[in-house]
């Protein structure tokens, strides 16, 4: 891939419809500030509908002068700029987590029907994304990576750079002289993601080159993989991944396969993940034991980035919701 194109018109065609309205979520950083320059330079001969949204954290004594960074250069590439301030107060996944979800907040408000939101995620992005994951246990589900693209609100989040690497973009900005914010954040290795970042991966790049699209390839594979696994277990358990489910048929099944139904019907229900520990003690208490309408158990995830969810049983079913 040349690092002075780092998209062609087909690939970016293949997840973006061209005629629909366009936003791009605008830091200003070096990642989203080639996505904007990459798609201002086509704006006129496609015809693009695009607007800039950028969100002032208030987080760094910088916040203001960004802002003004980023009105000026959309002014300079005669894109519509959009601007939002918001004060961030930390959940119980902290500041990090709780931006992402204000962030996301923020852009679903303005996307209306089919109306698509681009982010600059790369594939370094997903290979910290995935060791994260993997620090923290997660399941096969998690060592996918973010998807190219998914639904938000009445419209989509799309991520073009997810299979360009950060050295393509960094020699992209280069090329094309175009200036960027650097936020000193990112250096402070306190936060996981920037020990990754910073100590961890330069390291195994050196033994093994680009060893971040690797990973990424990796992530892709099991995808695949994943997507196949639930389209026959939704075919061949269809009346069950559902989130009222008969007990008694069920227990016709072995507990590995009810585990992975009862994980399906929970993803369908867009509710986020229980971990191993929890759906042991669903289990327990709904298929090994005899729940009564009184049983319950609920799971929540730290950072809040999905719905939290319960099981509880009525009339014979196990009733699959989210937790209020």
Known sequence: MLAHKLLSIEELKSTLDFGKKIFIGYSGGPDSSALLYFLSKICSEYNLDLSAIHINHNISKN?????????????????????ESTNIIP????????????????????????????????????????????????????????????????????????????KDIMQYLELNKIKYIQDSSNIDNSFDRNFLRNEIFPVLNERWNDFSKRVFKTSQLIEERNTNFS??????????????????????????????????????????????????????????????????????????????????????????????
């Open 63 to 83: 916040s203001n002068d960004w802002e003004v960074h980023c009105k000026e250069t959309c002014k300079d590439l005669n894109i519509n700029f959009i601007n």
């Open 91 to 166: 959940s119980g996944g902290g500041t990090e987590a709780s931006a992402r979800n204000e962030r996301y907040r923020i852009f679903e408000k303005y996307l209306d029907h089919n109306d698509q939101l681009l982010t600059a995620h790369h594939s370094d992005d997903v290979t910290e994304t995935i060791f994260l994951r993997l620090l923290r246990g997660t399941g096969i589900d998690g060592l996918q990576g973010p998807h190219k693209k998914r639904n938000l609100g009445k419209g989509y989040v799309i991520r073009p750079f997810l299979n360009i690497s950060k």
């Open 231 to 324: 389209n026959l277990l939704k075919n061949n358990y269809k009346d069950l991944v559902k989130n009222k489910i008969n007990k008694d048929e069920l227990m016709k099944l072995d507990t590995e396969i009810i585990k992975e139904v009862l994980r399906h019907a929970i993803k369908e229900e867009g509710i986020s993940m229980p971990s191993s520990k929890v759906l042991e003690e669903v289990i327990k208490t709904f298929i090994h034991s005899n729940p009564t309408s009184k049983s319950i158990v609920s799971w929540s995830r730290a950072d809040k980035e999905q719905l939290a969810g319960k099981i509880t049983f009525e009339d014979g079913k196990i009733l699959i919701s989210t937790k209020e």
